[in-house]
């Protein structure tokens, strides 16, 4: 799955504390998520759709 990741919005969690070890997140067009590591921008991020996502979530 290729997405553009270019225009979106990250943001971490307003519980990590502004610490560097964390994830940030993106909604997506498409109702897609996304999640990369904070500490590596421009690294890769995993891309879930919008069930893949609430399974994620609902399993943490």
């Given at each position: 799955m290729s997405v553009d990741?270019?225009?979106a919005?990250?943001?971490k969690s307003s519980?990590?504390?502004?610490k560097e070890d964390c994830l940030e997140a993106a909604f997506l067009p498409g109702d897609m998520v996304g999640i990369r590591?904070?500490?590596n921008p421009t690294g890769p991020a995993l891309i879930f759709d919008a069930a893949d996502w609430?399974?994620?979530?609902?399993?943490i």
């Open positions: 990741l270019s225009g919005h990250w943001f519980r990590s504390g502004g590591d904070s500490k609430d399974a994620f979530i609902a399993s």
